[in-house]
């Protein structure tokens, strides 16, 4: 007697994000072309690309703040237009220079973290002891508990990026975007990041994890899968050892590069231009 198959997850179900055919023109130009892309569970993305090739406007689509000319979303089973992508929002992290940028100096880390429950910057009306409690572990999961008190205005550079990625895990999101994290960060306290987020990424409970960069030097052994877009074109996408190649880089920043690989991180080298003298 044969037994029955197990019943299969729907594909709205298995995925945490999926694009399909997604476009978006905006004053005439026709910024994202045709995307599909798919994000399951388990799964932790490298978006790559050169400045210009369609990356924040995808970013900003998927996170409900730019209308698609067409094509499909789906975010945690919900499509777009279906949806309210308002309430959706809260169950995505993200963490970028915009948030950064925007935070109140004299806000507590702790009251910074809290805010994150809310997707609200700038946060107004009582905060629970409950609320500061959970703030206060994330604090220590993203290894700096010690921030708890201090305001936004002390804090380092990197010592900012644990405390926006601690507000966004606030939400208990299953999908977390980090929108060029690195950025302004020196060499050691760039690796420093990176390593917390390899330990991040191999966490049981970690959400799905979306790293927005330009540079394959900090795409770490976590990481998954990788996307390429150019010129607002899905380039390639797929495992990272089948898509993080030589030849799709060189397709990707229009240069001869030169890609090598060891213990698992990337490292890019441009040839220069003949008849440039370096």
């Given at each position: 007697m044969t037994k029955p198959s197990a019943p299969k997850r729907s594909l709205e179900e298995a995925a945490v994000l999926e694009v399909a055919n997604l476009c978006l023109q905006r004053d005439g130009v026709r910024v994202l072309r045709d995307i599909s892309w798919?994000?399951?569970r388990g799964q932790h993305w490298v978006m790559l690309g050169a400045n210009g090739s369609g990356k924040t406007s995808l970013l900003s689509a998927l996170t409900g703040y730019l209308m698609p000319t067409s094509g499909e979303m789906l975010l945690l089973g919900k499509r777009y237009g279906q949806a309210d992508w308002r309430e959706l929002r809260k169950s995505v992290g993200l963490v970028s220079s915009s948030v950064r940028q925007r935070m109140a100096d004299p806000e507590p880390a702790g009251e910074t973290v809290v805010s994150g429950r809310h997707a609200m910057i700038d946060l107004w009306g009582r905060v629970t002891r409950?609320?500061?409690a959970r703030a206060r572990q994330l604090l220590r999961q993203v290894e700096c508990e010690y921030l708890f008190d201090r305001p936004w205005r002390v804090l380092s550079q990197g010592e900012r990026q644990?405390?926006?990625?601690?507000?966004a895990l606030m939400g208990r999101p299953r999908l977390l975007i980090l929108d060029e994290p690195c950025a302004g960060l020196d060499p050691a306290a760039r690796e420093h990041f990176?390593?917390?987020l390899q330990r991040l990424g191999r966490r049981r409970d970690s959400p799905a994890l979306v790293l927005?960069?330009?540079?394959?030097?900090e795409i770490m052994p976590v990481f998954s899968h990788v996307m390429v877009l150019?010129?607002?074109w899905l380039l390639a996408q797929g495992t990272k050892r089948a898509t993080l190649t030589a030849e799709v880089l060189a397709a990707a920043?229009?240069?001869?590069?030169?890609?090598?690989r060891i213990a698992g991180r990337y490292a890019m080298s441009v040839a220069a231009k003949r008849g440039v003298v370096v």
């Open positions: 798919r994000v399951e409950t609320d500061l644990r405390v926006l990625i601690a507000r990176l390593q917390f927005v960069t330009h540079h394959v030097e150019k010129a607002g920043f229009s240069a001869r590069v030169k890609l090598t």
